[in-house]
């Protein structure tokens, strides 16, 4: 029998990089689309037919009414905001009750996970991550120290499991004299959400997915964040609480190594960062401001600044081997357009010390940059790959060649329509 595979859909930079979009142009190749890593951090915004939505844990497989969109067991699910989410989309036309599967092992974020995600930024003083304040860090905590509530729990005797949980958490902020919140109305509508989650299915998914592969169903595993935030591999503690990269696509779904087929590692024209942390091509000039005001870069979650540089290659390159991408796919490329010169980081320096591989702590580097011409041209009109300026070419040809990795798309806009495939 042929099986089928999954291929994973991965930021690797530091987020927002254009993974929904992208997931929802490629969900027509695929019979399921499955979110694995991370929860309502995430923030992937999908434009089409003069529309807008920013879906946070919900995949981006939704808006095609035939697929099976998943939220696995390596997730995070907050009841009252999957509810918010889930209600807009209905609202929209969407009928997500016949295409949406949430895993049983999937985490709960409880209301009391998102103060005490506040209340230890909080105590980290000028060390903060600058989280998303959704109560990420807690939540996977107490998986990891296996006293966390799971979607399953739902189903069997949860008030008294959630009141317990709650007051060990309330415990723990009157110990850290964190006591200045009130969750009373928070509460109501997160136990709103968790009635409302039980219209939907709660399945054990890593077993309906592996049965999808053995009838020879294709999976996209869409990922959250990004490389650089992955708990293992980003810059640590600047990062989230999740495997982001392809080795996370096993955990977070049930899914074997070898099932897994293409690895899409998404990536800007340039890079952005969001929250705190080393970020050696951050630019505090008038080109950083240029390119945050034309990429319109304000966090979709949080709508914060995003800090913006230029693309690094070591970040680029560490990410490529770390995940085993096979293929690239650039964005955001129509946000270069107006400049005379495009830079590139090939290294970091540090006191006379000049490295190409990403160093253990990222702190105090400086980048080493290279110099390209600018192409010059609007983009976003365009639809096909020769059409591309010379110096776009280059561009693309010159990445390629570093990364020994193809590009295969580029996008020119944030539209579903404007995503250009280039011949391998
Ligand atoms: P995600 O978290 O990786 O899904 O990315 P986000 O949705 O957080 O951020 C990407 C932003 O860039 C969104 O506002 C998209 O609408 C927008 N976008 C995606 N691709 C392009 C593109 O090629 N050009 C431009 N100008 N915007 C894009
Ligand atoms: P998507 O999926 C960009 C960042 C936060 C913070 C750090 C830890 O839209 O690309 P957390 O709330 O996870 O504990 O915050 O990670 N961060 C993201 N940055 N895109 C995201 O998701 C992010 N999710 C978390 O800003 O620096
Ligand atoms: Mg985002």
Redesign the pocket.
Known sequence: MTKGKVDALL?IVF?????????DVFTPRYDVVARFAGGPN??????FEGK?F??RSIP?GIFDEGKLNIIGNGCVIAPDLFMAEAMELEQAGYNLKERLHISKRAHLILPTHRVLDRAYEAAKGKNKVGTTGKGIGPTYSEKASRTGLRVGDILDNFPQKYEQLKNRHLQILSDLHFTDFDITEEEQRWLQGVEYMRQYPLTDTEIEINKALAEGKNVLAE????TMLDIDHGTYPFVSSSNTISGGVCTGLGIAPNRIGEIFG?F?AYSTRVGAGPFPVELFDETGDKIRE????Y???TGRNRRCGWLDLVALKYAIMVNGVTQLIM?????LDSFDTIRVCVAYEKDGVRVTDMPYDTEGWNAVYEDLPGWKTDL?GLTEECQFPQPLKDYITYIEKETETPITI??????RA??IARSK
């Open positions: 930021g987020g927002d990089e254009g993974k929904g979009k992208v997931v995430a923030g992937h915004t999908i434009i807008k920013v879906l981006s990922g959250a964040q990004g998404i800007k034309i990429g319109h870069e966090g979709a979650v964005m955001k490329s129509d946000v976003t580029v996008s020119v806009g944030p539209d404007q995503t």
